[in-house]
């Protein structure tokens, strides 16, 4: 079964400044699909950014932009010129393919402080 | 705006009870699923219809039931409603017919307290 893990539970950053969340996943798949998803304190679920396992390039989304990592099985968002309403947790998820369901990671607290 | 509905934002009920949830998915989308997020589980995959046929099953309970309906819209029934069954129940969308068919795409989130 595909597993995510987001090892680090809670981080914290100075406004503009740099933080990246890391996640690793476990698949025995070769084709696949990884998410960043945001969920701000109004819970609501917010997609951040999403990578294709075929594609090498790694995505970027404005100031948010992934470390895709495929044979470490390593996914880290990186968000840079972090803003006070980037504050939210972060959730990596995995979908094997279109149309599956997604796994989610344990989720990271971030926290911007002015 | 995601796009997706989800009625209603908040409810209250009792235990033993019975509820309905509901979700209207994206224009274009084909397939609903439903997700469970609760403080001791974090996010769990429930149930996911395609075309208003079930498609895929999760971590359901036996008291829980969902369908999808000829427009679309989903519902998500919760049954013998226990403390436990407390959480966010979101709805998601995606396999749109036209584009992006992999990314799915959230709803607000029907918080549910059982008392």
């Known amino acids: 079964a595909q597993t995510v893990t987001q090892s680090q539970p809670e981080m914290s950053v100075q406004e503009a400044e740099t933080v990246t969340l890391s996640c690793t996943y476990d698949t025995s798949e070769n084709n696949y699909y990884l998410f960043w998803y945001k969920q701000p304190p109004s819970r609501q679920m917010i997609l951040v950014i999403r990578q294709e396992a075929y594609k090498q390039q790694n995505a970027t989304e404005n100031r948010f932009s992934v470390n895709f990592q495929k044979a470490a099985k390593s996914f880290s968002l990186k968000i840079s010129d972090s803003q006070l309403g980037d504050t939210a947790m972060y959730f990596c998820a995995y979908s094997v393919a279109a149309g599956n369901k997604l796994t989610f990671g344990g989720g990271t607290r971030v926290l911007v402080k002015p | 705006d995601s796009g997706v509905t989800q009625t209603p934002k908040h409810l209250i009920t009792a235990t033993g009870q019975r509820v309905t949830l509901r979700c209207s998915p994206r224009?274009?989308?084909?397939?609903v699923y439903w997700y469970q997020q609760s403080l001791d589980q974090g996010l769990q995959f429930l149930i996911q219809y395609y075309n208003g046929e079930e498609r895929a099953k999760g971590n359901i309970l036996e008291r829980f039931s969902a369908q999808q309906f000829p427009d679309l819209h989903s519902e998500l029934n919760l049954s013998s409603l226990e403390l436990g069954d407390s959480a966010l129940y979101f709805c998601a969308s995606s396999l749109n017919v036209v584009q992006d068919k992999e990314t799915q795409y959230f709803g607000p989130g029907t918080r549910l307290l059982v008392l």
């Open positions: 224009s274009g989308d084909l397939s």
